[in-house]
């Protein structure tokens, strides 16, 4: 039977930055990363729009997205891997609900040492031709819509969007020339729960013994292992829910839809945001919508974290909702950015966060055996570098993990026990 000293359950990027971290700072140790899927990324990663930003309320997530994209500009501008990187900034669209609650937390995030600009209204519609941002009090759709009039925006510099694909790639090259080991198309039925002193009795491990993760059982046969790494994202629970940790997350269902036409052209040529003349990622003022450019194909992403209403729950293979984009995005969308009018979405796909409700910050815990490492809540690809720097710091029984740029981060913070994350409440 296969021993390893550690196996990671998923090749998403947090199974992989936690086995490239935990392979390259104990070179001795086997490492074995399975999915059940062909290659690396193909789970949630794969659906993502890929945006990064280090515009975070919380000051964890500030630290965990801060130095990861540093990180990834140090990998694109010093080391030359190209990871498509487009700083082309975050703007917030405030409307007037929103100042209200928001604007402290930008002043706050500023404090923290994060770019940000502010733009008044008429400065944006001067800016972004065609833009609509305010509305007259005789517009009966705005009122229906309950669209807000904006107040100003806030631009976050150091945030943009990447390829998912080729961070996912460097990562997965990366940990096997430090000697990992990748096994594809294996799924993880169980973890095997085992006393550690075996009495042979059925229905062991009793209350009295002592027991922990001896390996996984899985399509292909049993892969003992001394600690198992559980990154599986959003099938975290189907895992650990019966051995009894609570990885106290839930999975909800996302979409995306890109649009394309000539009437969007404006939009890729726009000067004062960014180097790049486009408009940036746009937090919309009214119903968790967000926009941003695809600079390579001339297409928008449209997407919105819609939450009441939008059910907890795990979909193996979740389908994008047409009528969602029709109702839920395009008539309010069309009414800031008419651009958007008359245009039918040419592609669409949906996925899922892994949603931590309590916090928004991710969990990195060890518990029997099993390190789980879940819970980005949105945002994994932009804070994977330094997840998978915790998650291995974790393995190494180190109180501290250096992440990129080396500041110190304290890896109970991530924890359970002893979990001291700020509530983020900036979740796109
Ligand atoms: C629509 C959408 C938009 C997003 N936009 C952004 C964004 O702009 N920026 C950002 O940073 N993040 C974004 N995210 C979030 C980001 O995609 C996730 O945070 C990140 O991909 C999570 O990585 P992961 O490794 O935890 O999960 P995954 O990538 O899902 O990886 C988990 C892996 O575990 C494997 N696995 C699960 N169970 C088993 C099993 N039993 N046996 C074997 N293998 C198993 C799966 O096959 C999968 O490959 C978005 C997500 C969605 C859905």
Known sequence: MPRYDVVVVGAGILGLTSAYYIKK???????????????????????????????????????????SVDFYFHLQNDLGYNLG?????????????SYRKEINVFREVEKKGVEVEYFEKDDLEKMIPGVVLEFSSEDEEAKRLNLE????????????????????????????????????????TELILEPLEKYCIPGEPFTWQEAKIMGVKTNRGEIRADTVVVAAGAWSNILLDPVGIDARVKPKKRQIFVLKGESLEPLFNIKGFNKER????????????????????????VGCTDELGRKFELEEDPQPEKY????????VLEKYFPHFRN???????????????????????????????????????????????VAAALYMGEDYAELYGGRKFKVSDLGVDERKAE?????L
């Not at 509530?423 to 979740?427: R, S």
Request: proline share 3%; net charge neutral; hydrophobic share 40%.
């Open 25 to 67: 700072w104990n070179p001795d140790k086997s490492v074995l990363v399975i999915d059940k899927f062909a290659s690396a990324g193909q789970g949630n990663t794969a659906k993502s729009e890929a945006s990064f930003r280090n515009v975070f309320s919380s000051k964890t997530n500030f630290f965990l997205a801060d130095s």
């Open 85 to 97: 990187l487009h700083k082309i900034g975050y703007l917030f669209l405030l409307g007037e609900t």
């Open 149 to 188: 009039n904006v107040v100003m925006g806030v631009l976050g510099k150091k945030c943009g969007y990447l390829d998912a694909d080729s961070l996912v790639k460097f990562y997965e090259e990366s940990f096997k020339k430090e000697g990992g080991l990748i096994q594809y198309k294996t799924l993880v």
């Open 278 to 301: 486009v408009l940036p990622f746009v937090a919309m003022p009214t119903a968790e919508i967000y926009l941003r450019p695809c600079i390579e194909e001339k297409t928008f992403w």
């Open 324 to 331: 969602f984009y029709i109702y839920g995005i395009r008539l």
């Open 343 to 389: 245009l039918k979405p040419l592609n669409a796909w949906a996925g899922q966060y892994t949603q931590n409700s309590l916090d928004a910050n991710p969990y990195i815990f060890e518990e029997a055996g099993v390190i789980t490492v879940t819970g980005a809540s949105g945002s994994g690809i932009l804070k994977g570098d330094a997840i998978g720097r």
């Open 423 to 427: 509530k983020e409440e900036l979740v």
